[in-house]
């Protein structure tokens, strides 16, 4: 168990909604990510937070948005929805936002878009 | 830009055997680290392994292996006497220093993944 905590595990919606993933980040981790994971793009990097403030962007769509809150969980919110959004959503935490600083995974939301 | 190369996709043993996972990558930092995770049939990807570019020293836990060689911007793992519950996707990920000491971000860059399947 990495200690980061992904709610919900699995969410089937349709084209054109929006969803909200949630996660709780490890205890003492002040750094978040969210990464996807499909067939086609592999493991993608989309977004990092750093106690509460973002601090690096990656392949994320602006449909897509994140932050962090006080309380360190971080939420992304993806919103009209494609097919193409179907993936599985993962978040990450680390102690600090430093590149040896390893990432511990939490266990995904599998996104469905019909 | 970072680049991390998993020529294997698919790789079939039969239990006791040992293998290799090959890890090449690219990077124009001289300060970089490189990562192993397992991602087993349940979904989860688990950290196993972190190497700094200033340590070439081999590293041994258990069944496990490593194998970082600078001169070939190689990181390879080996998994000796392979094991049913090894079955799993396996990825190698990158991550650079850049330059700045204020901890930028720490982004990973993953390879595509080798799928390990041991079979009895």
């Known amino acids: 168990d990495s200690g980061v905590t992904q709610t919900p595990k699995h969410l089937i919606t349709a084209t054109g909604q929006r969803v909200t993933l949630r996660c709780s980040p490890r205890?003492?981790?002040?750094?978040v990510y969210w990464y996807q994971q499909s067939l086609d793009q592999g493991l993608q990097f989309l977004i990092q937070?750093?106690?509460?403030?973002?601090?690096a962007k990656g392949n994320i769509l602006e449909r897509f948005s994140a932050q962090q809150f006080p309380d360190l969980h971080s939420e992304l919110n993806l919103s009209s929805l494609e097919l193409g959004d179907s993936a599985l959503y993962f978040c990450?935490?680390?102690?600090?936002?430093?590149?040896?600083?390893?990432?511990?995974f939490g266990n995904g939301t599998r996104l469905t878009v019909t | 830009a970072q680049k991390v190369t998993q020529a294997q996709t698919e790789i079939s043993v039969v239990e006791k055997e040992d293998v290799t996972l090959d890890c090449v990558y690219e990077?124009?930092?001289?300060?970089?680290?490189l990562f192993w995770y397992k991602q087993p049939p349940s979904g989860e990807l688990v950290f196993l392994i972190r190497?700094?570019?200033?340590?070439?020293q081999n590293e041994i836990s258990g069944r496990y292996s490593w194998n970082f060689q600078k001169s070939t911007s190689s990181f390879n793992f080996t998994i000796t006497a392979s094991q049913v519950v090894d079955s799993a996707v396996y990825f190698c990920?990158?991550?650079?220093?850049?330059?700045?000491?204020?901890?930028?971000?720490?982004?990973?860059?993953f390879g595509t993944g080798t799928r390990l399947q041991v079979t009895l």
């Open positions: 990450a935490s680390s102690v600090a936002p430093r590149a040896n600083s390893p990432l511990h």
């Open positions: 990920a990158l991550s650079e220093k850049g330059g700045s000491n204020t901890g930028t971000a720490s982004k990973l860059t």
């Open positions: 937070y750093y106690n509460g403030e973002e601090r």
């Open positions: 990077t124009r930092d001289t300060t970089y680290y």
């Open positions: 205890s003492g981790d002040l750094s």
């Open positions: 190497r700094n570019s200033f340590d070439e």
